[in-house]
């Protein structure tokens, strides 16, 4: 797993919104340029935000990224949440776990 590109990605979405729209327009335009796995690629894709939770991404760079892929807020926790439920601890990151419950 690739954590750091996909958190190198979020970044960048967060901060420029040249790079916004065009990941809006053709998501794979800009995938093309890191370095993900065929995991990554298809959580982004998706987007399924309680699976990059549970990679280990980190919430400050999910939340604008959930924001972005139209996420309320409530929905963001719920994703985790269910996230956490379905495939257990987090991976990697902060907020890795061994308790299932993660930092939520």
Known sequence: MSLYYVQKLLYQ???EPDLQQQYL???DSV?????LDEEELATLKKPDIGMLYIMGVNG???MHYAA?????WPDYIQAMRT???QHGNVRAGLYA?????GAI
Request: charged share 30%.
């Open 13 to 15: 979405l967060n901060r």
């Open 25 to 27: 327009e053709d998501p």
């Open 31 to 35: 995938l093309r340029h890191y370095r």
């Open 60 to 62: 400050q760079l999910l």
């Open 68 to 72: 972005l892929c139209g996420y309320a």
């Open 83 to 85: 996230a956490l439920e």
């Open 97 to 101: 776990t061994t308790d299932g419950k």
